[in-house]
T-cell receptor, first 110, second 114 residues
Framework: KNEVEQSPQNLTAQEGEFITINCSYS?????LHWLQQHPGGGIVSLFM???GKKKHGRLIATINIQEKHSSLHITASHPRDSAVYIC????????????FGAGTRLFVKA | NAGVTQTPKFQVLKTGQSMTLQCAQD?????MSWYRQDPGMGLRLIHY???????DQGEVPNGYNVSRSTTEDFPLRLLSAAPSQTSVYFC?????????????FGAGTRLSVL
């Protein structure tokens, strides 16, 4: 079983829909990151969080440390949101270890 | 703002050839790392560095070497390329010691080994 699991693997939405991508992890963490990988391949950090909730524009990320779960929400989705969204956790066992989920591929139709 | 620059963007090698993937960052970041990304799998750490002169192995280090002679540069060397090394390679940097620092990624190098 992977230490970081994302769901769904693939998601197709209609423009304007509210989208939720989930991330569950099984290790103790010091921080969780949400990344966006565009069709061209570039990877951009969206959020880093260790508790609570963060909002940036139409994107909202939440984390529940007790349940070892995080969600990424996109409100009023747009075709330009089409990308792969990756959850990554920084282990709190020390050292450099970051564990990446396999990603959720989102396609937003116009 | 250059950020993290990787070269080349694409490369095709024959089995047994060697090559170096270049990575440079202009943000004075302490930490740099190399990942590979394969279909259906998360990014996996190959090697990383927590400062000039210091490198360590990640999850999948076999077949790769790194060095960090300067803060800015962190090249990844494939010693004798194998088809199993066909992948997309990403270099990343982050400011340093605090474990939660955001990583900044390069645009990636798509490598095919025939």
């Amino acid at each position: 079983k992977n230490e970081v699991e994302q769901s769904p693997q693939n998601l197709t939405a209609q423009e304007g829909e509210f989208i939720t991508i989930n991330c569950s992890y099984s290790v103790g963490i010091s921080a969780l990151h949400w990344l966006q990988q565009h069709p061209g391949g570039g990877i951009v950090s969206l959020f880093m969080l260790s508790s609570g909730k963060k909002k940036h524009g139409r994107l909202i990320a939440t984390i529940n440390i007790q349940e070892k779960h995080s969600s990424l929400h996109i409100t009023a989705s747009h075709p330009r949101d089409s990308a792969v969204y990756i959850c990554a956790v920084r282990s709190n066992t020390g050292g450099f270890k970051t564990i990446f989920g396999a990603g959720t591929r989102l396609f937003v139709k116009a | 703002n250059a950020g993290v620059t990787q070269t080349p963007k694409f490369q095709v090698l024959k089995t047994g050839q060697s090559m170096t993937l270049q990575c440079a960052q202009d943000m004075n970041h302490e930490y740099m790392s190399w990942y590979r990304q394969d279909p259906g799998m998360g990014l996996r750490l190959i090697h990383y560095s927590v400062g000039a002169g210091i490198t360590d192995q990640g999850e999948v280090p076999n077949g790769y070497n790194v060095s960090r002679s300067t803060t800015e540069d962190f090249p990844l060397r494939l010693l004798s390329a194998a088809p199993s090394q066909t992948s997309v390679y990403f270099c990343a940097s982050s400011p340093g010691r605090l474990g939660g620092n955001i990583q900044y990624f390069g645009a990636g190098t798509r490598l095919s080994v025939l």
